[in-house]
């Protein structure tokens, strides 16, 4: 999906006033560039959504995508199983995000049975569902809201259904520094500015929060499911198999 995405020069330039970042038509240009150069083991997990489905779907079971952005977990999904294995729902908040998924999805796995709608995970229908993904999401809830959206999650799933959790996360205690140094540098690695950096860093201060992974475990294990383990983790960005 890289080669319709324009290079993200989003934060290159100095801005008079840094406003909070939010998934608009820019974000959405240059969305598959952005997340490719920002987030440290995005592809591996995108892709390994497909191989996690192939595992743990029963034939014909249903699957959430929530927050989907451009559809890249759905499509990897696509890529592993035909179109009779499963039926997919791809939701995200943003109408632009929405809008894009739609078409590149349609173009790319016409045959598959898949819906793109644009909800809020915090409250849209959420129909049972044998597989969840939430890759790269949580984060951008309040955190006093993010129980209650786990619990929601618990409830769609099937007994045995399987939750694909992924997000930016807080290093533990003394070790916060670490990771966020490492991951700006994995950014200038990538060709972004010291600007672009600090420039996003702040317009992402309010709107994205992190939680610890052990916060993440906890919330998971209080919400009942039964096992829940990190099978990804790359700098301060983790991915985790829970099953209910
Ligand atoms: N309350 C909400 N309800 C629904 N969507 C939301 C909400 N809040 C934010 N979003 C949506 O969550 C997505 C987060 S990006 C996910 C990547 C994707 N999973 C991927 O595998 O490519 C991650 C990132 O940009 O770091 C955006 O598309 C938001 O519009
Ligand atoms: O860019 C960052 O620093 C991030 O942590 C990840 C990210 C990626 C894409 C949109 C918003 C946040």
């Known amino acids: 999906m890289t080669d319709v995405s324009r290079r993200d020069a989003l934060f290159s330039t100095p801005l008079d006033q840094v406003t909070d970042f939010s998934f608009d038509e820019r974000v959405v240009d240059c ?4 997340i490719r150069r920002s987030v440290p083991g995005y592809a591996q997990i995108t892709s390994m959504a497909g191989v996690i489905a192939a595992r743990h779907l029963s034939p014909g079971a249903h699957i959430l995508d929530l927050g ?3 559809g890249a977990s759905t499509l990897s999904i696509c890529q592993r199983l035909g179109p009779e294995a499963f039926t997919l729902q791809a939701i995200d908040l943003s109408q632009p995000m929405v809008d894009k998924a739609r078409g590149l999805l349609a173009q790319q796995a016409p045959e598959h049975r898949i819906e ?8 849209c229908p959420l129909p049972r ?3 969840i993904m939430v890759n790269f999401t949580l984060q951008f809830l309040d955190p006093s809201e993010r129980d209650q959206v786990i619990q929601r999650l618990y409830d769609a799933l099937m007994p045995g259904g399987v939750l694909l959790l992924s997000e930016k996360i807080l290093g533990e205690p003394g070790q916060e520094s670490l990771l966020i140094d490492l991951h700006h540098d ?3 690695a990538n060709g972004y500015s010291d600007l672009e950096i600090s420039q996003k860093r702040t317009a992402l201060e309010d709107v994205m929060i992190p939680d610890r992974l052990s916060t993440h475990h906890e919330r998971l294990a209080h919400t009942g499911f039964t096992r829940h383990d990190t099978w990804f983790q790359y700098l301060n960005f983790a991915s985790i198999l829970a099953f209910k």
């Open 31 to 34: 969305f598959p560039d952005m």
């Open 68 to 70: 989907c952005s451009l």
């Open 116 to 123: 793109v709608l644009q909800g809020d995970i915090r409250d």
């Open 129 to 131: 569902a044998g597989m």
């Open 186 to 188: 994995f950014k200038r």
